[in-house]
């Protein structure tokens, strides 16, 4: 046990950061419990969550901005179901930026479609820091907090 402590301990904000650039959740409730138990301090934790959280969003949108029509002209059988969604997803565009992180599953694929919309740059990347900070603030207090419940019973 001594050593998953150590681990966790000094290199628990790199995991976090690399989880929550890929997808998020699970690594960050980890680190929650983490948090819960005096193994990771909460405002590093929401930090490193928000990094890794906003970076990988970045990455996603700016290789579909670049990348993304050769990527989906591999898949011309899908092409009309493609185009249908990005249409939806280019009218929620703004909305879609701050609340796709707290849709389960959808994060990745969300950050690659808003890249293929028209939506800019300079207002993407604003608002998905927005986005990701409430989202790691948010998720990380929740998860403190059923943490610390469920031991305290």
């Known amino acids: 046990m ?7 301990r000094n290199y628990g904000y790199y995991a976090l ?3 929550t650039f890929l997808e998020g959740e699970t690594i960050l409730i980890i680190a929650g419990m983490a948090c819960a138990q005096g193994m990771m301090d ?3 934790t929401i930090l490193s969550a928000f990094l890794g959280s906003v970076a ?7 290789v579909a901005r670049y990348k993304g029509g050769w990527i989906l002209s591999k898949f011309p059988s899908r092409r009309a179901r493609i185009e249908k969604g990005l249409a939806v997803v280019e009218r929620h565009s703004i909305w879609l930026v701050l609340v796709f ?3 389960y599953g959808l994060r990745n694929v969300t950050a690659f479609a808003l890249g293929m919309t028209r939506m800019p740059l300079w207002l993407f990347v604003p608002l998905n ?25």
Not at 56 to 62: A, C, K, N, V
């Open 2 to 8: 001594e050593q998953w402590e150590h681990l966790i």
């Open 17 to 19: 950061f690399i989880g």
């Open 42 to 44: 909460l405002d590093r």
């Open 56 to 62: 990988g969003d970045q990455m996603h949108f700016l």
């Open 101 to 103: 992180r707290f849709m």
């Open 129 to 153: 820091a927005v986005g990701a900070a409430v989202w790691a603030i948010c998720f990380a207090l929740e998860v403190l907090s059923l943490a610390i419940r469920f031991s305290c019973s």
